[in-house]
């Protein structure tokens, strides 16, 4: 039978996202609560109306990736709980081998994520202009997604105005667990676009996690200049600041 810390060796050895609570002080010392964002837990804090009450303050640390030390009135004394994060490592995948990918790629790099690049036409996803890319992948989005991993520590960027190449690498991105996912494209091409992805199926609650028009407004103009406001909102959005 798998012991509770052989689930969450192997969770951070899979690169599965789970939050580890610990009772550091007070009833039950040392008792430990694990959860998976589906919902499933491992351990007990001492009682089902504890583990019950600290697993909604996980779950909100798992939307966060951010651990948290807190105190809590319980049973006439107060217990000191540590709920630590052990989240998959950073991927940022971008969709369209244009200009602006490549300053992306080299801040994403700088920021510590592991860099995608892919993007159907061969003639823009060249080794020559993304050999700083960790992966680059001369595929269509529909086909290449599925195989990436996409997790809670990933972030899609769609880059390329192309609505075969962006419309369903969205749809598929916007039902998967991304921690971001942006758009290129003004307020009227994103109208479009919103209605193509309800004809494709997509809800509007999905549709609402797509950042569009992407980056943060800070008169971007120039490839370099956009790459920056890209990447300044998913920092925004990674660290849950008002983006």
């Known amino acids: 039978?798998?012991?509770?810390?052989?689930?969450?060796?192997?969770?951070?050895?899979?690169?599965?996202?789970?939050?580890?609570?610990?009772?550091?002080?007070?009833?039950?010392?040392?008792?430990?609560?694990?959860?998976?964002?589906?919902?499933?837990?491992?351990?007990?804090?001492?009682?089902?109306?504890?583990?019950?009450?600290?697993?909604?303050?996980?779950?909100?640390?798992?939307?966060?990736?951010?651990?948290?030390?807190?105190?809590?009135?319980?049973?006439?004394?107060?217990?000191?709980?540590?709920?630590?994060?052990h989240a998959p490592p950073p991927k940022?995948?971008?969709?369209?081998?244009?200009?602006?990918?490549?300053?992306?790629?080299?801040?994403?790099?700088?920021?510590?994520?592991?860099?995608?690049?892919?993007?159907?036409?061969?003639?823009?996803?060249?080794?020559?202009r993304f050999a700083h890319a960790d992966r680059l992948l001369i595929q269509w989005p529909a086909d290449a997604l599925p195989t990436l991993g996409i997790d809670e520590s990933t972030c899609v960027v769609v880059l390329t105005h192309d609505e075969k190449i962006d419309n369903p690498a969205l749809a598929f991105a916007v039902r998967s667990p991304a921690r971001y996912i942006g758009a290129l494209g003004s307020k009227k091409t994103h109208a479009r676009r919103v209605a193509a992805l309800h004809e494709l199926g997509v809800t509007d609650a999905e549709i609402a996690r797509i950042h569009a028009p992407i980056g943060l407004d800070i008169g971007a103009r120039r490839?370099?200049?956009?790459?920056?406001?890209?990447?300044?909102?998913?920092?925004?959005?990674v660290n849950g600041a008002a983006a």
């Open 92 to 128: 940022l995948v971008i969709v369209g081998a244009v200009h602006m990918a490549i300053p992306l790629v080299t801040f994403g790099k700088a920021l510590g994520f592991y860099t995608v690049v892919l993007d159907a036409r061969s003639a823009f996803a060249t080794p020559e």
């Open 223 to 237: 490839p370099e200049e956009i790459a920056v406001s890209i990447i300044a909102q998913i920092v925004a959005v």
């Open 1 to 85: 039978m798998t012991t509770l810390y052989e689930a969450l060796r192997d969770s951070v050895a899979e690169a599965r996202l789970v939050a580890a609570a610990t009772v550091i002080r007070g009833a039950g010392l040392g008792g430990k609560l694990l959860l998976w964002p589906n919902g499933a837990t491992m351990g007990s804090l001492g009682s089902p109306q504890l583990d019950e009450t600290v697993r909604k303050r996980m779950m909100e640390q798992l939307a966060t990736q951010q651990a948290e030390r807190f105190t809590l009135p319980w049973a006439g004394e107060t217990l000191e709980i540590f709920v630590d994060v």
